[in-house]
Structure formats: C-alpha cells, structure tokens
C-alpha cells in the first residue's frame, strides 16, 4: 500500500472515531436537556411515572441524533484535525509533499457516507419511533391534544370525484373532527361537487360522516342540485383514497414520516388540498443531509488543519462553534422564508449546505500553499 494511502486511512480512522463521539456524546447531553423538559411537563399530570418518561425519551433519541448529526460531524472534525496538527502528525504529512486536498478525502467521503446512511436507515427508524412518542405525549402529558387539534376541529379536503362527471373535483368541509380510537367523526358536513373548469354541480349537507374504508359516509345527507328540489336525506357514499392514518399523518410533524414515504405523501397532500411545504422541506433535507455532513468535514479541517501553532483549543472550538452557529441561523432563515413560499423549496433546504460549502471551500483555498 503506498504511503499516501496509508495515511488517508490513518486519518479518515481518526476522523470516523472522533465524530462518532461526538455525535454520541452531544446525542446524550441534549436528550439529558430534553428529558427533563418532558419530566417538567408530566410532573402535574397522574398516572404519568418516571419510567414512561424515561421511555419517551428514548423513543426520541433518533431524531434527537438526526438534528444534531451536522454539528457532531463539525465538532467531531476540529477535535481530530486538531489533535494531529497538535501532534504535528498534518505538519510531518504536508511537509512530505502530501497535499492537503488528499488527505482529506476520506473524512469528506465519511461525511458523505455518514449523512447518506442517516438519512436512508435512521430516518425511517427515528420517524416511526418519533411518532410513538409524540402518541405517548398526546395520551399521557398533553391531555386533550391531538393531531386534528391543530386545525381546531375542522378539516378542509380537496379529492377527485368522479362520481358525477369524468374529472371532477369534490371539496368537503366538515366541523367539529374527531379522531377516536382509529375512527374519525365529523359534525356539520358541507360537500362541494365540482366538474371539468371548476363548474358546480352538487352541493350536499350531512349532519354527521365518518370515514370508512375507501369512502367518507355521509349520514342523513341531503343533496342540493341547481333546478331541483333537495332530496329526502339518505346515506351517501363519496369515494376517496384517504386513510383514517393518512389523515392522522397530515396534521402530524414530518419528521414522523419516513424518508422513503415522504415523495408518496406528498402527492397525496397536494391531491387532497393539504399544503405539503412542511413536508417537501422536510423530503429536501433530508435528501441534503449527505452533503451538509461533507461540508462541515470541510469547514472543521478548515478551522483546525493549520492550527497546531498558531492558536489554542479554546479558540479553534470557538472558531467551530461560531461557523455551526452561523450555518444553523442560515438553516432557519431559509426554513422560514421556506415555510412561507417567499423562496421556492429546494433553495431552502439546500441553502446551508451550499453556503457552508462555499466558506470551507475558501477557507481552505485561503490556507492550502500546496
């Protein structure tokens, strides 16, 4: 084996065990935070134990590790990078002739890796058990809340319908949702049948609907027709492709649904008239996870490969921490602006990747003499 491939190995090690560290470590410490914020927020509820506590935490500690995989990779970076410049280890390989783009390489591609395996296994893994949680905490220390109660009680779907005419459009308005045990109960349901340019053509009242498999029932419906007397109220069914689960899903976090599910969801929140902005910024991210991963690769052997004698380790962590800092106001700027529609999806997502990857790239450029 050549001497400079040996010496990628022998730093891409160092790089690997350092930001597994790291990540552990900061995955610990903020769930030590967390914890005790849940622990807070039970304590005046019974029935609520230290155990289950203990329980929802640990159901969050994948997603916990999700959030913080970026800064565990920068953190865990400058503290390596940082040890073989102290040890003159990078100062030995650089006089050598070995470039610095070389040795590099395999902590760059670990990142990569890293943040490719995250997203492909551990996100599936973190979304479900984050779901579990987010149950536990609605049943147990948020009495009263649910995933409909972010829409006060009323819910707004947009579906096909071809029931009337081929391409037809049905949107329904029903009050007071609830969603008990698996079932999902409306009061107050309005049902707007449209055709082909948005023509109207039904209008149907319900005093109640429950959502059956494959068709919302509507009990005691009346429906209303231009030209026409109402008819006398009977059951009616309204075909749709939503899911007592699906529903439940929507007004659910993204980051309770799998990666590999989102692209599928997504398509049916924009046919149902849900807004997917959440979940599209989410799929983004995630998809950009990888290269956020490289680049804070990057931006640590930035602030610490030519450190060894030009300052201490208080101020390369502060160098760190403050390039994490300003890369995290990025990320939430971008989500907001996101969020609202004001930049399309995609640049939010990727925005603190590119920007992050453009500091690393010149500082390095700015050091590198060879």
Not at 27 to 39: P, Q, R, S
Not at 142 to 151: I, N, T, Y
Request: some cysteine; aromatic content about 8%.
């Amino acid at each position: 084996m050549r001497p400079t491939a040996t010496l990628s190995l022998y730093i891409g090690r160092q790089f690997a065990v350092a930001v597994l560290a790291a990540v552990g470590a900061l995955t610990l410490l903020v769930g030590l935070f967390d914890f005790l914020e849940i622990l807070r927020r039970a304590a005046s509820r019974p029935h609520t134990g230290f155990l289950l506590v203990m329980g929802i935490e640990a159901l969050r500690l994948p997603w916990l590790m999700m959030q913080i995989l970026p800064f565990g990779v920068l953190l865990g970076g400058i503290y390596a990078f940082w040890r073989m410049s102290r040890a003159s280890e990078l100062i030995v390989a650089r006089a050598a002739g070995v470039s610095a783009w070389q040795f590099l390489a395999l902590p760059v591609l670990f990142g990569a890796a890293l943040g490719a395996f995250a997203t492909a296994a551990i996100s599936p893994l973190s979304a479900r058990l984050m779901a579990r949680a987010n149950l536990l905490e609605s049943i147990y220390i948020e009495v009263g809340a649910g995933p409909l109660a972010l829409s006060n009680g009323e819910l707004w779907l947009r579906q096909g319908d071809s029931g009337l005419v081929p391409g037809g459009v049905a949107i329904l308005h029903a009050h007071r949702v609830a969603l008990r045990q698996h079932r999902l109960t409306a009061d107050q349901v309005s049902v707007f049948r449209l055709g082909p340019h948005d023509r109207f053509l039904a209008r149907i009242e319900a005093p109640r609907a429950r959502l059956a498999r494959d068709a919302w029932v509507l009990e005691d419906a009346r429906t209303l027709v231009a030209g026409h007397l109402p008819g006398p109220p009977q059951s009616v069914r309204l075909p749709t492709d939503l899911t007592v689960s699906r529903v439940e899903e929507s007004f659910a976090a993204p980051d309770t649904l799998s990666f590999w599910s989102l692209p599928g969801f997504i398509r049916l929140l924009q046919r149902s008239g849900f807004s997917a902005i959440a979940h599209r910024l989410r799929f983004q991210a995630l998809l950009a996870l990888p290269l956020l991963c490289a680049t804070m690769a990057l931006v640590a052997a930035g602030f610490s490969v030519r450190s060894g004698r030009r300052s201490g380790v208080g101020k390369i962590l502060a160098s760190g921490v403050a390039a994490g800092f300003a890369l995290f106001m990025v990320s939430e700027i971008a989500d907001q602006f996101g969020q609202s529609g004001a930049v399309p999806v995609a640049l939010a997502a990727w925005a603190p990747a590119a920007s992050g990857l453009m500091m690393a790239l010149a500082l390095l450029l700015h050091l590198e003499d060879g």
